[in-house]
């Protein structure tokens, strides 16, 4: 029993810490040098850019994201510990 809210508790702790979907693809984007992709229509800075419209991203109904499909991106690095925060991912 005490191992089970161990561990209840370390999930609670990941998900506090968890940023916003966006914020999740603007780390992946940083990290693995974005701004050398191809193709590369993220406008991360840009607050008012639909991350659901971006290349590579598929969003729900709901706009979670549901895929993330980089492959043919050029990208260079290591993907973020905030990628855990796309909980929808499939």
Same mark, same amino acid.
């Given at each position: ?12 702790? !990941?998900?506090?810490?968890? !940023? ?12 693995? $040098? %974005? ?20 290349? %590579?991203?598929?969003? $729900?109904?709901?706009?979670? !994201?549901?895929?993330? =499909?980089?492959?043919?991106? $050029?990208?260079? %690095? =290591? ?12």
């Amino acid at each position: 029993m005490g191992l089970v809210l161990v561990f209840l508790a370390v999930v609670a702790l !990941v998900l506090a810490q968890c !940023v916003s979907e966006r914020e999740a693809l603007t780390a992946v984007y940083t990290s693995t $040098n %974005g701004s050398s992709w191809l193709p590369n229509n993220w406008d991360v800075q840009n607050p008012a850019s639909d991350p659901c419209t971006w290349d %590579g991203v598929r969003c $729900n109904t709901q706009g979670y !994201v549901v895929i993330l =499909d980089l492959t043919g991106f $050029n990208l260079t %690095g =290591d993907l973020p510990e905030e990628i855990g925060c796309l909980s929808f991912l499939q």
